[in-house]
């Protein structure tokens, strides 16, 4: 009805998913939110069809209707599934690896939470993670880092269904792909099994014999016929992503024995057998719950944690022990004061979990005192993603998507390259996911411009509903992890220098406490109303507020404004944002170490914007940067003169 989406590689799928959704998968239709449940991914997303049709036949709140208006606008059967749009949608997929990842973080989550939370006698916690995966998935590098991580972690609860149709968008697998998968996985560590798709009693043996193997991963590769059913385009790249067409449409239903005049036809005695899905659902999780009342009495303490961690809220008093930063001391990286609010936060938020891409120490992602997850140890609280920062993020968004675990991740923001799909996709599927990105500018120094972000901020700001937050001081680094904590329905990026910064003295200043509204006035104008507004992000704001006294020396009246996100400050109310930019002083000038794309928002079109343009970085001592490429308080001075110069001639 459609007349578009992915028909084959449903087709195919039928027999064997089937089988895992009515005798294998642990769900209540009625309540999809049941924490005990299994996880299913669907990895292979184009195969959206066949994840809405089973949703339907099973009980979720989706109807026929739904099914009809596959594809149309608003409606709850979109051309890739969606997690916040459809009910049962555990992640939000198309994108090919990112579910596969997706899960190996949903089967890291459960286990962690096992061992958080299960007592002698009281396992309220014990459920497996099952995915379906496609040639596309597997082709994926995303999906060979993730594997190799699932594999070294032994997470023994991930079963995979590899749907091996043999067939991509261009036509054969043979074109591209022709490696033994079964002995990549085995030498991850995975447990692998050869069938038939297509046999019912293959699919459930296999099924079985994966449960039953607790110590490793598994990986069932199944042989089935992309297209099942159609005379004309079975087994071919045509029923990949075309619609099949009313003539064959017609011809496969004939050919599988039903009536080619019939449409959403679900016969009453087929929807009978797959709706007792609901009673065994709902039998399932009373019998959970009657568990969890139980350990509630003995436990009542970890009972309420667990309840707050899967309803994605903190713990009272969760901020209390933030650090607070004296002027006073020496400068500091605000890398170096993220490390220590991590600590603060995860002290009181026990199922908080942190680690980098081969970059924990570097990037202040290690939560001191506490150890490394590991197959010998899953109570970890430390991950060790390895160099592997797309993983790392769409492993992170799986941990968000199962609940109750809050993962923190870390690499420098120019490798934020490597896992941009996963932010995207945190952002697209509302997850709280907080990206940890430091060594953030040019400030880094001689490892040079391969590791100078300079276009980063600009695209990274881009991504609807992510916030990027750039601290300009250890304190308004505390309170962008008191924002970011907060934010558990939406991605926070934190952007963080390698070297140190001033602590600004906040008894002249604005507090720290502004950031949290995206921008504010850290710095009135001395001795009346400001002439000019100098902005300014992270490192940069000290620069700025050099620049101000300057000014102020010569009787310019500057007013400086910290500008740490732009996309909380869009957020605030018209009156705010004129209140802190007043739409009548034209002479501003923003500074920032990065691309000035898009700071003319800010600025106007009668502004400046110092920022690196139209080249990269360079190899030498952050402070030779900064000069050679203006990044001073002399040229943000001199660009204000020059501005109040051009819009008053006779000024003096």
Same mark, same amino acid.
């Not at 509903?465 to 934010?487: F, Q």
């Given at each position: 009805?459609?007349?578009?989406?992915?028909?084959?590689?449903?087709?195919?799928?039928?027999?064997?998913?089937?089988?895992?959704?009515?005798?294998?998968?642990?769900?209540?239709?009625?309540?999809?939110?049941?924490?005990?449940?299994?996880?299913?991914?669907?990895?292979?997303?184009?195969?959206?069809?066949?994840?809405?049709?089973?949703?339907?036949?099973?009980?979720?709140?989706?109807?026929?209707?739904?099914?009809?208006?596959?594809?149309?606008?608003?409606?709850?059967?979109?051309?890739?599934?969606?997690?916040?749009?459809?009910?049962?949608?555990?992640?939000?997929?198309?994108?090919?690896?990112?579910?596969?990842?997706?899960?190996?973080?949903?089967?890291?989550?459960?286990?962690?939470?096992?061992?958080?939370?299960?007592?002698?006698?009281?396992?309220?916690?014990?459920?497996?993670?099952?995915?379906?995966?496609?040639?596309?998935?597997?082709?994926?590098?995303?999906?060979?880092?993730?594997?190799?991580?699932?594999?070294?972690?032994?997470?023994?609860?991930?079963?995979?269904?590899?749907?091996?149709?043999?067939?991509?968008?261009?036509?054969?697998?043979?074109?591209?792909?022709?490696?033994?998968?079964?002995?990549?996985?085995?030498?991850? +560590?995975?447990?692998?099994?050869?069938?038939?798709?297509?046999?019912?009693?293959?699919?459930?043996?296999?099924?079985?014999?994966?449960?039953?193997?607790?110590?490793?991963?598994?990986?069932?590769?199944?042989?089935?016929?992309?297209?099942?059913?159609?005379?004309?385009?079975?087994?071919?790249?045509?029923?990949?992503?075309?619609?099949?067409?009313?003539?064959?449409?017609?011809?496969?239903?004939?050919?599988?024995?039903?009536?080619?005049?019939?449409?959403?036809?679900?016969?009453?005695?087929?929807?009978?057998?797959?709706?007792?899905?609901?009673?065994?659902?709902?039998?399932?999780?009373?019998?959970?719950?009657?568990?969890?009342?139980?350990?509630?009495?003995?436990?009542?303490?970890?009972?309420?944690?667990?309840?707050?961690?899967?309803?994605?809220?903190?713990?009272?008093?969760?901020?209390?022990?933030?650090?607070?930063?004296?002027?006073?001391?020496?400068?500091?990286?605000?890398?170096?004061?993220?490390?220590?609010?991590?600590?603060?936060?995860?002290?009181?938020?026990?199922?908080?979990?942190?680690?980098?891409?081969?970059?924990?120490?570097?990037?202040?992602?290690?939560?001191?005192?506490?150890?490394?997850?590991?197959?010998? *140890?899953?109570? #970890?609280?430390?991950?060790?993603?390895?160099?592997?920062?797309?993983?790392?993020?769409?492993?992170? *968004?799986?941990?968000?998507?199962?609940?109750?675990?809050?993962?923190?991740?870390?690499?420098?923001?120019?490798?934020?390259?490597y896992m941009r799909p996963s932010i995207r996709m945190a952002a697209l599927s509302n997850l709280g996911?907080?990206?940890?990105?430091?060594?953030?500018?040019?400030?880094? +120094?001689?490892?040079?411009?391969?590791?100078?972000?300079?276009?980063?901020?600009?695209?990274?700001?881009?991504?609807?509903?992510?916030?990027?937050?750039?601290?300009?001081?250890?304190?308004?680094?505390?309170?962008?992890?008191?924002?970011?904590?907060?934010?558990?329905?939406?991605?926070?990026?934190?952007?963080?220098?390698?070297?140190?910064?001033?602590i600004l003295g906040r008894a002249q200043l604005a507090p720290a406490s502004g950031l949290r509204r995206?921008?504010?006035?850290?710095?009135?104008?001395? #001795? +009346?109303?400001?002439?000019?507004?100098?902005?300014?992000?992270?490192?940069?704001?000290?620069?700025?507020?050099?620049?101000?006294?300057?000014?102020?020396?010569? #009787?310019?009246?500057?007013?400086?404004?910290?500008?740490?996100?732009?996309?909380?400050?869009?957020?605030?109310?018209?009156?705010?944002?004129?209140?802190?930019?007043?739409?009548?002083?034209?002479?501003?000038?923003?500074?920032?170490?990065?691309?000035?794309? #898009?700071?003319?928002?800010?600025?106007?079109?009668?502004?400046?914007?110092?920022?690196? *343009?139209?080249?990269?970085?360079?190899?030498?001592?952050?402070?030779?940067?900064?000069?050679?490429?203006?990044?001073?308080?002399? *040229?943000?001075?001199?660009?204000?003169?020059?501005?109040?110069?051009?819009?008053?001639?006779?000024?003096?």
């Amino acid at each position: 009805k459609a007349n578009s989406g992915h028909p084959g590689t449903a087709m195919g799928l039928a027999t064997a998913s089937y089988v895992m959704w009515t005798k294998f998968l642990k769900f209540n239709p009625r309540d999809p939110q049941w924490p005990d449940r299994d996880r299913f991914v669907l990895s292979a997303g184009h195969a959206s069809v066949l994840l809405y049709s089973l949703l339907y036949l099973t009980g979720y709140d989706l109807t026929l209707d739904d099914l009809k208006n596959f594809r149309q606008w608003e409606s709850k059967t979109p051309g890739h599934p969606e997690a916040t749009h459809t009910p049962g949608v555990e992640v939000t997929t198309g994108p090919l690896g990112q579910g596969f990842a997706n899960g190996v973080g949903m089967a890291l989550a459960e286990r962690f939470l096992a061992t958080l939370f299960n007592r002698p006698g009281h396992n309220i916690v014990d459920h497996h993670t099952y995915a379906i995966c496609s040639d596309g998935d597997l082709m994926e590098g995303v999906a060979s880092e993730a594997a190799s991580l699932a594999g070294h972690l032994k997470l023994g609860k991930l079963i995979y269904l590899y749907d091996d149709n043999k067939i991509s968008i261009d036509g054969s697998t043979g074109l591209t792909f022709t490696e033994d998968v079964g002995k990549r996985f085995d030498a991850y +560590g995975w447990h692998v099994q050869r069938i038939d798709g297509m046999d019912a009693e293959a699919v459930a043996n296999a099924l079985a014999a994966a449960k039953a193997e607790t110590s490793k991963p598994s990986l069932i590769i199944a042989r089935t016929h992309i297209g099942y059913g159609s005379p004309k385009y079975q087994d071919t790249a045509f029923a990949h992503g075309n619609p099949l067409g009313e003539d064959e449409v017609r011809a496969t239903k004939q050919r599988l024995g039903w009536d080619p005049d019939a449409h959403f036809l679900v016969p009453d005695e087929a929807l009978a057998e797959w709706r007792k899905a609901v009673d065994r659902g709902r039998a399932a999780q009373d019998e959970w719950e009657r568990r969890f009342a139980a350990y509630a009495r003995e436990y009542p303490a970890e009972a309420e944690m667990f309840r707050t961690g899967m309803s994605r809220g903190m713990p009272a008093s969760w901020d209390a022990d933030l650090p607070v930063f004296d002027p006073g001391d020496k400068p500091i990286a605000t890398r170096a004061a993220s490390g220590k609010a991590l600590d603060a936060v995860a002290k009181r938020v026990p199922y908080l979990v942190a680690g980098g891409a081969d970059l924990t120490e570097n990037t202040n992602t290690k939560i001191s005192g506490e150890t490394d997850q590991s197959a010998e *140890n899953p109570s #970890g609280r430390v991950l060790r993603f390895g160099i592997r920062e797309h993983a790392m993020g769409a492993m992170a *968004n799986g941990v968000l998507a199962h609940g109750g675990v809050v993962p923190v991740t870390g690499t420098f923001m120019v490798f934020s390259d490597y896992m941009r799909p996963s932010i995207r996709m945190a952002a697209l599927s509302n997850l709280g996911a907080i990206f940890v990105l430091t060594h953030d500018s040019v400030g880094l +120094g001689e490892d040079g411009p391969t590791h100078q972000p300079i276009e980063h901020l600009a695209s990274l700001r881009a991504i609807p509903g992510l916030a990027v937050i750039r601290p300009a001081d250890a304190n308004e680094t505390s309170e962008a992890w008191r924002v970011a904590m907060e934010r558990r329905n939406a991605p926070t990026v934190l952007a963080l220098t390698r070297q140190a910064v001033p602590i600004l003295g906040r008894a002249q200043l604005a507090p720290a406490s502004g950031l949290r509204r995206g921008a504010y006035v850290i710095a009135e104008a001395e #001795g +009346g109303a400001p002439d000019a507004i100098i902005i300014a992000t992270g490192s940069e704001v000290a620069i700025a507020l050099d620049a101000r006294e300057r000014l102020a020396a010569e #009787g310019v009246r500057a007013r400086v404004v910290s500008m740490p996100s732009w996309e909380l400050f869009a957020a605030q109310p018209q009156s705010y944002r004129d209140e802190v930019l007043p739409p009548a002083i034209k002479a501003r000038v923003a500074i920032e170490a990065a691309s000035p794309f #898009g700071w003319e928002r800010w600025v106007g079109s009668e502004g400046r914007v110092i920022g690196i *343009n139209g080249r990269f970085g360079a190899s030498a001592p952050y402070a030779v940067i900064y000069e050679k490429l203006g990044l001073t308080a002399d *040229n943000v001075a001199g660009q204000v003169r020059e501005l109040l110069a051009r819009s008053a001639p006779a000024r003096r």
